[in-house]
């Protein structure tokens, strides 16, 4: 199997790496369907980046090899960042009954009571939730359990969110919501944040710094998000895929 890795160091540009390069992924299921086909993607700078493409074409398959929940069949993956993967349903991944409690199962164990405090805290506010570490979880609108789930890979100090449809089971205002905060944390002064966003909601690729499409197992050239919306026709949409 093949980890995740640095790229090789190659001279100056090595001192501001990548944030995501995939060199030629090869992915199959065990039943010997192929998801991925010398899959290539680069990532070049922070940034809120979006693929789009239908359900089969590999995308969700994508985020979980990146993610390190499963391992590639054949190709690479370098990064220097820590990924974190935000589901498409929030209630997949908040597993505790308060915001609180669901953001410090994940904290590393050795901080101290003072700083796990002050990690949820942050995480809260950074998401649009200030003081509601005490909330239950089911008391959440969606849009504000996706926002929880997105606090979640901030408090563990994540660099690249991988966001898999986050929006599809939202309203229109959450959905905005949702764009929205990611786009912030993505354009931010300090500390920049990398997301890759894979999506069937043709609208949303207005918001981001690059898309491109996704097919069978491959995927193309990035474009500008606008331009890449005009070209395509509405993109079927069925079972989920893998």
Request: glycine content about 10%; aromatic content about 2%.
């Amino acid at each position: 199997m093949i980890a995740s890795q640095p790229l090789p160091e190659e001279g100056p540009a090595s001192v501001f790496p990548p944030p995501l390069v995939l060199d030629s992924l090869d992915f199959a299921w065990p039943g010997g369907k192929t998801a991925l086909r010398g899959c290539g993607l680069r990532i070049e700078r922070p940034g809120l980046w979006m693929l789009v493409g239908s359900n089969g074409s590999g995308k969700s398959t994508l985020l979980r090899l990146i993610a390190g929940l499963l391992q590639p069949c054949g190709g690479a993956i370098h990064t220097q960042l820590k990924p974190a993967l935000v589901f498409q349903n929030p209630d997949h991944q908040l597993l505790l009954p308060s915001c609180a409690s669901d953001l410090q199962l994940g904290l590393p164990e050795q901080l101290s009571a003072a700083q796990r405090q002050a990690r949820v805290e942050l995480a809260l506010e950074q998401v649009g939730l200030a003081g509601m570490g005490a909330r239950p979880i089911h008391t959440l609108s969606g849009g504000q359990k996706q926002r929880l789930a997105i606090a979640g890979a901030l408090a563990t100090d994540a660099e690249l969110l991988l966001l898999d449809e986050p929006t599809a089971l939202l309203d229109p205002t959450s959905q905005q919501e949702v764009i929205t905060l990611i786009r912030r944390l993505c354009s931010r002064s300090e500390a920049p944040l990398t997301a890759l966003w894979i999506t069937h909601r043709l609208e949303e690729l207005d918001h981001c710094d690059g898309a491109a499409r996704m097919d069978a197992g491959r995927i193309g050239p990035w474009q500008n998000g606008a331009a890449l919306r005009v070209g395509l026709a509405p993109l079927p949409t069925g079972r989920a895929e893998r």
